[in-house]
């Protein structure tokens, strides 16, 4: 028997909290945390055309029909997908989008939390002055204890996930919105005042140079796959984070004369794009000038915020403060992140009868629970390994590299070539018919085949030789990188 399920979450107040919203989804781990060290790994300026690309054929176009999508279904990732197929007489089945996306987000979110809460520690010893007068080998065996305490780890786990369900517990006006109203702008300011601080070092010059110089001659195919698993990420694309965020968005909107007004799909998600490029920016324009000025290596992986930064912190004046600071913005970038990441399967088990409340308990314990493994996957369990790598390395692995994409490439050949065209213009409502024609394009052939093409070398990487299977898992694994060298400071 079939159910119709009713929206029962409630609205953004304002276009401009669902862009919060779905900025605050974006802007994460993915921008502080990953974007700086991979430019580092490929080399800077080429690396950050080459991600801009990206973001503008394959992760835009694809974020635009999820949106659609979600905005038009009204409701969880699992229910849109389902009626959005009945209503272009297609199979039921193409609901498995919504449960592949609501497990990838749970994959996600149970290690997500696991590396969160490393920032979470790191907030409290940076205000300690933990940090202060540190050397490189004692920067990099206080992050290594860190990693190899347990129960420090897993308190630190907890009470992430306890502050993130938390807040899907209260719902969309009273939880999400209010959340994203306080950290998005925390965030914008902490970011404009670190930036700030860093120009005021001797290395902003040469620090703008390596994220702005475009030596083409450094770019590989890796290079390109890289760039474009980043794209995928970065914007929480593939897992209907966004298609959920996109149920609550308003058609219309009253302006201050009180007249209604259309919100267009696409002039938000340019927005969302151009503000999570900006962070990922000035993520780069924060801390590359610090690597600089103390004479550290810049293409050293992902210790790279949490063993070189504090050092460069460490040393200098105002350090104690601004790398608080620092840790503080991870925090609110990882939290509003990982919200969107609990939402789907909570709007879910919402729109089947539970209460807001035990469906966020039961999300967040699973997660947790499975996030255990993460963190165990850095100490006690650190030697077993399989497939790619730890435990860790497989659900960070399975999930970003096989689920992400996946998602992503079912959503676009749904918006592109399986949804009745009519119902997909009518919600997007474009006033520009060109414009319309050229997001068709991209998302019927051009991110698909990109995602294929992303899809095919995650798998390959694994499948092929055991030495690229290796790197793929060292990209995510922050125990297997290299010391911070530590060069004769200026
Ligand atoms: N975009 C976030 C980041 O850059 C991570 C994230 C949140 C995400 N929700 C997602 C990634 C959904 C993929 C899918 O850190």
Redesign the pocket.
């Known amino acids: 028997m079939k159910k119709e399920y009713k929206p029962v979450h409630g609205m953004w107040t304002s276009r401009w909290v669902f862009i919060l919203a779905a900025t605050g989804?974006?802007?994460?781990?993915?921008?502080i945390w990953r974007f700086p060290y991979i430019t580092g790994e490929y080399g800077g300026g080429a690396f950050v055309v080459l991600y801009l690309l990206c973001i503008a054929l394959m992760g835009i176009p694809i974020m635009v029909a999820e949106v659609m999508l979600g905005r038009r279904g009204g409701l969880s990732p699992i229910h849109t997908m389902s009626k959005l197929a009945e209503q272009s007489k297609v199979t039921r089945r193409w609901a498995g989008i919504g449960y592949l996306g609501a497990l990838?987000?749970f994959l996600?979110l149970s290690f997500?939390s696991a590396v969160a809460s490393w920032a979470l520690i790191y907030v409290w010893e940076a205000a300690q002055g933990v940090f202060q007068g540190i050397t490189a080998v004692q920067s990099k065996a206080h992050y290594e204890d860190m990693l190899a305490s347990p129960w420090l780890l897993l308190g630190a786990h907890t009470l992430f996930m306890a502050i993130t369900m938390g807040v899907v517990a209260l719902g969309v006006k009273q939880g999400l919105e209010r959340a994203v109203r306080v950290l998005m702008p925390v965030l914008f300011a902490l970011l404009v005042v670190l930036i700030g601080y860093a120009s005021t070092t001797p290395g902003f010059a040469e620090g703008v140079g390596f994220l702005f110089a475009f030596d083409f001659s450094k770019l590989s195919g890796e290079a390109v796959i890289v760039a474009l698993g980043q794209a995928f990420?970065?914007?929480?694309?593939?897992?209907g984070?966004i298609m959920a965020y996109g149920a609550y968005m308003p058609r219309e909107i009253k302006d201050k004369s009180g007249r209604s007004r259309p919100v267009s799909i696409v002039s938000c998600v340019v927005t969302i794009a151009v503000l999570d490029t900006l962070v990922a920016l000035g993520a780069g324009l924060a801390m590359f000038p610090l690597l600089f000025t103390g004479g550290l290596e810049v293409g050293q992986g992902p210790g790279m915020m949490f063993v070189t930064l504090p050092l460069a912190f460490g040393q200098m004046p105002g350090g104690l403060l601004f790398g608080t600071l620092f840790f503080v913005l991870v925090v609110c970038a990882?939290w509003s992140?990982?919200i969107?990441?609990g939402e789907p399967m909570a709007a879910w088990l919402v729109e089947r009868g539970l209460r807001r409340g035990p469906a966020a308990l039961v999300v967040g314990l699973a997660a947790w629970l499975l996030g255990v493994g993460s963190v165990l996957s850095f100490n006690v369990w650190k030697e077993h390994e399989f497939l790619v790598g730890t435990f860790f390395d497989n659900i960070e692995f399975l999930s970003?590299s096989v689920m992400?994409p996946l998602g992503g490439l079912l959503i676009a050949i749904f918006a592109g070539w399986v949804m009745k065209e009519t119902h997909a213009r009518k919600e997007l409502a474009m006033k520009s018919f060109p414009l319309y024609l050229i997001w068709r394009a991209l998302v019927r052939v051009v991110s698909p085949a990109a995602v294929v093409a992303l899809f095919v070398y995650s798998l390959w990487s694994v499948l092929a030789a055991d030495d690229a299977a290796a790197e793929a898992g060292a990209d995510g694994d922050p125990v297997e990188q290299t010391a911070p060298v530590e060069q004769e400071a200026r």
């Open positions: 989804s974006a802007v994460g781990l993915g921008n990838s987000g996600i997500y990420f970065t914007l929480s694309l593939g897992m984070a990882a992140s990982s969107s990441l970003t992400l």
